[in-house]
């Protein structure tokens, strides 16, 4: 009987060690490593606000808060957010044509901690900025001309050195003045890195930016009769 008794007591006693055990800190796991979700790591031409978004799971099934670093220094040094419950931070303002560096630490309620790796995206291109400025130009004219029964396209050299400006204005937005008399707003058009002019009759006037600081600038003036201008830029504004 006493041994059946000594043999209760010391399982009890094993039972309640190994609970014990099982619930000490040390022997807790740790959060897994977060694992990204959106932007995609270096993405580029991203939206200046937008959801940091990612995803991370407990072995022991224990709650999971975050601290989120952020900064455009790599690594991130700049604790934006802590103690952080879902996995998503959402963040707004941020520079355009710039490249950003972010990183979440997992940490459960046992006081565990994991780093996630240090992700990275760059924020949509703003190519007004680098294009303003004073350009040197070429103008030529071109309009078809009449010869005999038909219509041939004419081109004459009008000016050298005639100076176009390229001025910043709202958001999306340039003012390109081609003459002293004449000038006409521009909305940027991404996939070509051209401005289209917004408030022109029939086909619009536009300008188009190349490497090398250079531009072509078109001018409607007829239904057959148009201005080109060819610069190369020679003076930031």
């Known amino acids: 009987m006493k041994s059946s008794t000594r043999f209760f007591i010391f399982l009890i006693c094993f039972l309640a060690y190994a609970c014990q055990e099982k619930n000490d800190d040390d022997k807790n796991s740790p959060p897994a490593q977060p694992t ?46 802590s103690n952080l419950v ?6 707004a303002g941020l520079e355009s044509s710039k490249t950003y560096f972010w990183q979440v630490v997992a940490k459960d309620s046992y006081g565990n901690e994991t780093k996630g790796p240090v992700w990275s995206f760059s924020t949509i291109i703003d190519f007004r900025d680098g294009f303003t400025g004073n350009y040197n130009c070429l103008v030529t004219r071109s309009y078809f001309c009449p010869s005999g029964d038909t219509m041939n396209w004419c081109k004459d050299t009008l000016a050298d050195n005639k100076q176009v400006l390229v001025e910043k204005v709202q958001e999306r937005f340039l003012l390109i003045r081609v003459s002293e008399s004449y000038s006409f707003e521009a909305e940027y058009q991404e996939w070509n890195n051209t401005f289209e002019c917004t408030d022109c009759p029939g086909p619009p006037d536009y300008i188009r930016f190349f490497p090398n600081d250079s531009i072509y600038v078109y001018v409607r003036v007829g239904v057959l009769d148009s201005y080109n201008y060819y610069g190369i830029k020679i003076d930031n504004q």
Do not use: Q
Request: aromatic content about 10%; overall charge negative.
């Open 36 to 81: 990204l979700i959106a932007p995609s790591n270096a993405d580029d031409n991203v939206n200046t606000s937008l959801n940091l978004v990612w995803e991370c799971v407990d072995p022991d099934n224990d709650s999971v808060t975050y601290n989120v670093f952020f900064s455009a220094n790599n690594p991130p040094d700049s604790l934006v957010t």
């Open 86 to 91: 879902p996995a998503s931070y959402s963040i």
